[in-house]
Structures are given as C-alpha cells and as structure tokens.
C-alpha cells in the first residue's frame, strides 16, 4: 500500500504509506522467492516511491506523469488501471456511497482517465485487472468491461485492450503456459457469437462457452 486511496476515510491518494526504505526490504525479500511485488499507488509521492523501490506494477497509477512514465518504461514495471473501479464509484455510488468516498473518487477520475491513457500512449505496458471487490465491481462479470473502458476510454483497439490480458500472464511470469492459444499452453479460451475484434463488447455474451485447460465449464 503505496499510497492512500479512495475506500478509507482517514486517507488520501497523495500520502505516502511507505516510504522507499520500507518498500525496498519488501521488494528484495519478494524477489528472493521469485514472487511478484504489486503496488497500490493511486497518487503522488506513492507512486513514485514505489517505482523507486523497485515494485514490478503500479495498481492504479491514477497521477502517474511524465517522469514517472519514462521510469516506467526503462524498468519494464507494468501499469494496472482499474479503471472500472473508479468508474462504477463514481457512476453508480453518488446516491449510495458515503459522500466522502464518492467525492474522492469523482474528483480524480477524469485525471485518471487522461493519465493512464497518457502513459498507454508513451509506451507502458498496460496489465488487464479490475480492482474486484471495490463497490458495484464484482469478481464475475466485470472483466469483460474493463476491456470495454479500455477501448473507450483509454483509446486501444480491440486487439490492444485483449493484449493486456496477455500483459497479465507475462506480468506474473506464467506467458509460458497461459495467456495466449498457443501449443503446449493451457487451452482457456471462450466461445462467442460475434467477432471480438471488431465489437469490444462481444465478450460480455451472457451465454458464452467458456473452457478451463481444455475443458467446458459451462
């Protein structure tokens, strides 16, 4: 936890939670094992400190700028937007959220938004994730509309927004056995009606076929 953030009312996304040092020990020990370091860093110096300390992504990112961007890149450390996370807060929580929760959030989104599509333009690699369990942003459907928001809202094509789930794998070193049909890998993969390269929301199909290492789950 890099940063403050939007779920918790003594907090903010511009307050550092760890300093550099702190983070550090965290990352070698990490490393060490062959694990994954994952920085929640929505604001400023989090993000910075983070990148400094060696994380392998940003979550969120949402003030990341231009330096930070340049850094990104030279170290090959992944941005994951969530974008959907602070969308679904801000559209749909204004009558149900506590107001400080739901003013937190709507005041940075647009930032966010022209943010992370900034740093997508500039080269870093962006990771497909969703923040599930954030509000109105549940673990069973909401992946198939981050990628949607990717492409409205970020700017990719189709096949760039499906890239980053490929991003994903490679992020968590696993793009040898998932992330992609290829051979010798797992065969997860889904069945749809409509050309997904063409129309994003061809993956929210409700009675699409989906297959886990070869076989049909439903």
Same mark, same amino acid.
């Given at each position: 936890m890099a940063s403050?953030? *939007?779920?918790?009312?003594?907090? +903010?996304? @511009? %307050? &550092?939670?760890?300093? *550099? /040092? /702190? #983070?550090?020990v965290a990352v070698y020990e990490a490393h060490n094992k062959h694990k994954i370091v994952a920085a929640h860093a929505e604001g400023n110096p989090g993000i910075r400190n983070a990148i400094e300390a060696g994380v392998d992504s940003i979550e969120h990112g949402f003030y990341v700028d231009e330096e930070e961007i340049k850094t990104m890149k030279k170290n090959n450390i992944y941005l994951v937007p969530t974008i959907i996370a602070a969308v679904y807060v801000v559209e749909k929580g204004q009558s149900k959220l506590p107001k400080w929760e739901h003013q937190k959030m709507a005041n940075a989104m647009n930032d966010a938004i022209n943010n992370v599509r900034n740093a997508y333009k500039k080269g870093v690699k962006i990771a497909l994730g969703t923040d599930a369990g954030t509000p109105y942003n549940y673990f069973d459907i909401t992946t198939p509309n981050e990628l949607e928001m990717m492409v409205e809202r970020i700017g990719m094509s189709e096949f760039e927004a499906y890239r980053t789930s490929y991003n994903a794998a490679e992020l968590m070193k696993i793009n040898d056995e998932y992330g992609s049909? %290829?051979? @010798?890998? +797992? &065969? @997860?993969? #889904?069945?749809? @009606?409509?050309?997904?390269? /063409?129309?994003?929301? &061809?993956?929210q199909q409700t009675d699409k076929e989906v297959y886990v290492s070869g076989r049909k789950e439903f």
């Open positions: 403050g953030g *939007v779920m918790a009312p003594g907090d +903010y996304m @511009d %307050e &550092a939670q760890l300093t *550099v /040092e /702190e #983070m550090k049909i %290829e051979k @010798d890998k +797992y &065969a @997860d993969f #889904m069945i749809i @009606d409509d050309n997904p390269m /063409e129309n994003i929301k &061809a993956v």
